[in-house]
């Protein structure tokens, strides 16, 4: 039991935490999920140390089904069959920093090309591997400007090219198209190229709903990254990397103390996070996933629709969840814990949060256009 003001202290924050959950329409996170048949898990001290698919003597692990979770997502992005690997990570930036990792070790003077619509993690996973690399200008959208890497790829041709491409940007879920950076390459004959897809965002529904334009193994990508927390929603953040097999074999020394491979980036991994995830692939299965997809997809039309019989500038992009509109006040972005960039805030319309919800947002955003209007 704990002291009293500790057990107070601790009851205010729960309290909290569930307010600030019913007002959580600015960042990509499912809220439909239901874990709690699993609750009894979170007695035991799971952990999937090492390499997924090299049993450790730390046994108390759920690497069967992470297994099987890598399974069902290297079908759903077409790896190629025998030739990929892959591990349950702690969400999408470790993904992405494993991918670029790859990448170093297959090409050491190799120049990662990112476009200036990148999540925040990207630069940095770039500093950690001591990587040059060169940003890209986007376009208005948030799409990657294809003239500008034509001219820059151009200018170090002599370097192999690391393409780290955006499927579905931080703020407006833009996606880079695969089929035009490869012709870029091919148009000034590159040969050593490696693209990873920064997936962490529209990955999984761009890929169940086989949107265009297509990124995955089958689109000519070498590695891609999830994050599991946000399409598929989980309490505790998660994702997925995947890698083509022969690109990753110089990673990794087997390490007696846990009687597996280290090939990951962590030490200790996750065990309980991989089980959230088979348990919503299972319960929900493809049929389901597709289901919510495009229900997300719907509400999206009807948040921009509202929008615009309110006469904002809201805009969004072709299929997408996310809905850009001009930043409302301070008191609204708190409250709706909207983010903000350049003048821009967006709301995500994601698995779990109702069209009511939206409902009850434009009730505060009409209100605060109205004083708004009082104030001038
Ligand atoms: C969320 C996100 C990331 C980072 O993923 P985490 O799971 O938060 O680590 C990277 N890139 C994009 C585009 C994202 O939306």
């Not at 002599?158 to 499927?167: E, G, T």
């Not at 035009?180 to 761009?206: E, F, M, P, W």
């Not at 590695?223 to 990673?251: D, Q, T, W």
């Amino acid at each position: 039991m704990l002291k009293k003001p500790d057990n107070e202290r601790l009851m205010a924050y729960m309290e909290k935490a569930k307010e600030r959950s019913e007002y959580f329409i600015g960042y990509p996170i499912a809220q439909d999920f239901d874990y709690s048949e699993l609750y009894p898990l979170l007695k035991l001290p799971l952990n999937n140390v090492g390499d997924p698919q090299v049993e450790s003597t730390y046994d108390l692990n759920s690497r069967s089904l992470e297994q099987e979770v890598l399974q069902f997502f290297a079908d759903l992005f077409h790896a190629p069959t025998d030739n990929w690997w892959g591990y349950v990570t702690n969400g999408g930036s470790e993904g992405n920093l494993y991918g670029l990792y790859v990448a170093r070790e297959l090409y050491p003077n190799g120049v990662v090309y990112y476009s200036e619509a990148t999540h925040y993690s990207v630069q940095k996973n770039i500093q950690l591997l001591n990587c040059q690399s060169i940003v890209i200008r986007k376009q208005e959208n948030g799409e990657m400007d294809y003239e500008d890497l034509r001219q820059m790829v151009q200018m170090n041709r002599d370097k192999p090219v690391i393409i780290l491409a955006n499927i579905g940007t931080t703020m407006t879920e833009a996606k880079d198209d695969l089929a035009r950076i490869k012709q870029t390459l091919a148009s000034l004959a590159v040969k050593n190229q490696y693209i990873h897809c920064d997936a962490a965002l529209a990955g999984t529904y761009s890929a169940l709903l086989n949107l265009e334009p297509g990124f995955d193994f089958a689109h000519g990508c070498d590695s891609l990254a999830i994050s599991g927390h946000k399409f598929i929603g989980s309490p505790i953040p998660c994702g997925v990397v995947l890698v083509k097999k022969n690109y990753k074999e110089r990673i990794g020394k087997a390490i007696p103390y846990i009687g597996t491979v280290d090939t990951t980036i962590t030490g200790s991994r996750n065990g309980h996070s991989p089980i959230f995830m088979w348990y919503a692939i299972k319960k929900l299965g493809i049929e389901g996933l597709k289901q919510r997809a495009i229900e997300s997809l719907e509400t999206a039309q009807y948040v921009l629709n509202r929008f615009k019989e309110m006469g904002v500038n809201a805009w969004c992009n072709p299929s997408a969840l996310t809905v850009v509109f001009p930043a409302p006040s301070l008191a609204l972005k708190v409250k709706w814990q909207l983010a903000t960039e350049d003048g821009m805030s967006h709301v995500i319309c994601m698995p779990g949060i109702s069209r009511a919800k939206f409902d009850e947002f434009f009730a505060d955003y009409e209100l605060s256009l109205s004083a708004e209007k009082t104030l001038v």
